[in-house]
């Protein structure tokens, strides 16, 4: 099994950044691409922000130009550096990993979350 573990989450105020990371362990053979989701209270979750190996990363158009994803060469881990927050940046943030196991199975595996409140 692979397991995803969230940090970073807290408490920031209107105009603040934070920085959320997602490490990946367990049985991974390889990582096709690495995600951010959120969900609001009330509300569906949501795609933020995607990165795979050679493809330039995608961001939701409400984060795009304030939160950079990124990955470390030869790690599982995954960052997501949040900046010019907004309230309704208020959410719980999801990692997700599409990996191909030690066995060769294609799976997709989720974080259990870490909440980010932007509120002065």
């Known amino acids: 099994q692979v397991q995803l573990v969230e940090s970073g989450g807290g408490l920031a105020q209107p105009g603040g950044s934070l920085r959320l990371s997602c490490a990946a362990s367990?049985?991974?053979?390889?990582?096709?691409?690495m995600e951010w989701y959120r969900q609001a209270p009330g509300k569906e979750r949501e795609l933020v922000a995607t990165?795979?190996?050679?493809?330039?990363?995608n961001y939701s158009d409400s984060v795009k130009g304030r939160f950079t994803i990124s990955r470390e060469n030869g790690k599982n881990t995954m960052s997501l550096q949040m900046d010019s927050l907004k309230p309704e940046d208020t959410a719980v943030y999801y990692c997700?990993?599409?990996?191909?196991?030690?066995?060769?199975?294609?799976?997709?595996?989720w974080g259990k979350g870490t909440l980010v409140t932007v509120s002065s």
């Open positions: 367990g049985s991974i053979g390889s990582i096709r691409a």
């Open positions: 997700k990993a599409a990996v191909v196991t030690t066995a060769y199975y294609a799976m997709e595996f």
């Open positions: 990165i795979s190996s050679g493809v330039s990363p």
